[in-house]
C-alpha cells in the first residue's frame, strides 16, 4: 500500500459547486497534512495544512482531517474555472522528515 | 526575482552521459528537497538535506547523486543518464520546524 492515495480523477464539477477532494495515509503516526494545488506545467504551490482532527477553513478551502480514520480531505465551496488543477496530498510522518506526497487528483471545474 | 530557482530549466541528454541540475535560493532556508515528477506518479522525494552537512535519501535515490555546496545550494547528478530516468525534476525548500515547502520552477530532463 503506498504511504498517500488519492484517486486520480479527473473530477468534473460545474461551476459554483462544492469538490471534494479526498486522500488516505497509512503511517498512522503522521502529523502534519498538506493540500498542494498544482497548474499544468508549473510548480506545486501550498494551499493549506492541518495538524489537529477536525476542520480547518481559508476562504473558500477547507480542509478535513480525520486521523482515526486516516484520511484527510479538502473541500473548495463555490468552485471556479481557475481552480482547475491538480491537487497533491501530502503527509509528515513525523518530526525531522521530508513530506511525501500522492499522485494528486485533476480537478475540472466547468463554466 | 525568483526565491527558488532551478538551472537548466530544460535539457536533452544522451543514455550514458552525465547530467548535474543545479537549485539556488534565496530564501535562507535550511533544508532543500530534490523530487521529480512523472505522469501518473506523483511526486516522488529523491534526496534531502537539512543542512550543509546532512543528507538523506528519498524513496527514489537509486541512479541519483547529490551534492549540498552551500546553505544555498543543491546539485542533482545523474551518474550516468538513462531514458526512465526522463521526468520532471523540482526542487523545493523549506525552513526548520515550519511546514511549506517552497517550490522552484522545475527542471524538464530528456534523456535519449
Known amino acids: 500500500q503506498k504511504e498517500v492515495e488519492q484517486n486520480s480523477g479527473p473530477l468534473s464539477v460545474p461551476e459554483g459547486a462544492i469538490a471534494s477532494l479526498n486522500c488516505t495515509y497509512s503511517d498512522r503516526g503522521s502529523q502534519s497534512f498538506f493540500w498542494y494545488r498544482q497548474y499544468s506545467g508549473k510548480s506545486p504551490e501550498l494551499i493549506m495544512f492541518i495538524y489537529s482532527n477536525g476542520d480547518k477553513e481559508d476562504g473558500r478551502f477547507t480542509a478535513q482531517l480525520n486521523k482515526a480514520s486516516q484520511y484527510v480531505s479538502l473541500l473548495i465551496r463555490d468552485s471556479q474555472p481557475s481552480d482547475s488543477a491538480t491537487y497533491l496530498c501530502?503527509?509528515?510522518?513525523?518530526?525531522?522528515?521530508?513530506?511525501?506526497f500522492g499522485k494528486g487528483t485533476t480537478l475540472s471545474v466547468s463554466s | 526575482d525568483a526565491d527558488v530557482t532551478q538551472t537548466p530549466r530544460n535539457r536533452i541528454t544522451k543514455t550514458g552521459k552525465r547530467i548535474m541540475l543545479e537549485c539556488s535560493q534565496t530564501k535562507g532556508h535550511d533544508r532543500m528537497y530534490w523530487y521529480r515528477q512523472d505522469p501518473g506518479l506523483g511526486l516522488r522525494l529523491i534526496y534531502y538535506?537539512?543542512?550543509?552537512?546532512?543528507?538523506n535519501k528519498g524513496e527514489i535515490s537509486d541512479g541519483y547523486s547529490v551534492s549540498r555546496q552551500a546553505q544555498a545550494k543543491f546539485s542533482l547528478s545523474l551518474e550516468s543518464a538513462i531514458p526512465n530516468q526522463t521526468a520532471l525534476y523540482f526542487c523545493?525548500?523549506?525552513?526548520?520546524?515550519?511546514?511549506?515547502?517552497?517550490f522552484g520552477p522545475g527542471t524538464r530532463l530528456t534523456v535519449l
Open positions: 501530502a503527509v509528515k510522518r513525523q518530526a525531522g522528515t521530508a513530506l511525501i
Open positions: 523545493a525548500t523549506s525552513e526548520g520546524g515550519t511546514n511549506e515547502q517552497f
Open positions: 538535506s537539512f543542512d550543509v552537512k546532512d543528507i
